[in-house]
């Protein structure tokens, strides 16, 4: 039996795509949300 414990540059490598993911999301979002803001400044 192989056991699943990552060495720690796989380890590191992981959070890094973890990171990477989350944060697609957070500016997916952040951008949403700056062009709603620019939005509700543009005259009608």
């Given at each position: ?26 500016e ?17």
């Amino acid at each position: 039996m192989k056991s699943w414990t990552l060495s720690d540059e796989q380890r590191w490598e992981f959070d890094c795509k973890g990171f990477i993911i989350i944060s697609n999301f957070l500016e997916l979002d952040l951008t949403q949300e700056i062009a709603a803001v620019a939005r509700g400044f543009e005259r009608p």
